[in-house]
């Protein structure tokens, strides 16, 4: 189960735009969909997207409502560039470059969404001899 559905979408766009906009194709809303999910991953890989967004069979543990507006304003922004019928161009694309914006500051740590689990990483193993050690030169003395 995504994290949202097209159902969902109707925060964000009319039913009938997007049924003009896709001539009542669903497949394009659920590609859309897909697509804009992938896109927000790219961008919070150092949390645990599992329980963020879920899996095709299991729904996600974390219920953040402003995660699911972030990807129903990407999902819109791809709905959008097939054909922007009744809608305003600008809003949307405004919409989905301030989306970007935020994903990019919770990837920089700028700001620290509330309740998101961070990735598990106690138990990657590591390649014997993978790894990192240095030296140096001794000190050089000098003498005049």
């Not at 994903?103 to 700001?111: E, F, H, Q, T, Y």
Request: hydrophobic letters at 35%.
């Amino acid at each position: 189960m995504p994290i949202i559905t097209t159902s969902d979408l109707s925060t964000h766009i009319y039913a009938e735009v997007i049924n003009e906009i896709t001539r009542a194709d669903s497949t394009l809303v659920t590609k859309a969909i897909d697509t804009a999910i992938q896109e927000t991953k790219m961008y919070l890989s150092r949390y645990d997207l599992v329980q963020l967004f879920g899996t095709d069979t299991v729904a996600p543990t974390i219920q953040d409502e402003h995660l699911k507006s972030l990807v129903k304003d990407i999902t819109c922004w791809h709905l959008i560039r097939l054909a922007n019928v009744n809608v305003h161009y600008d809003v949307f694309k405004n919409a989905y470059k301030d989306a970007i914006k935020t994903l990019k500051a919770i990837m920089k740590d700028n700001v620290a969404p509330d309740g998101w689990p961070y990735k598990d990483t106690s138990t990657e193993s590591f390649i014997e001899g993978s790894s990192i050690s240095w030296q140096s030169q001794q000190k050089r003395e000098n003498y005049f």
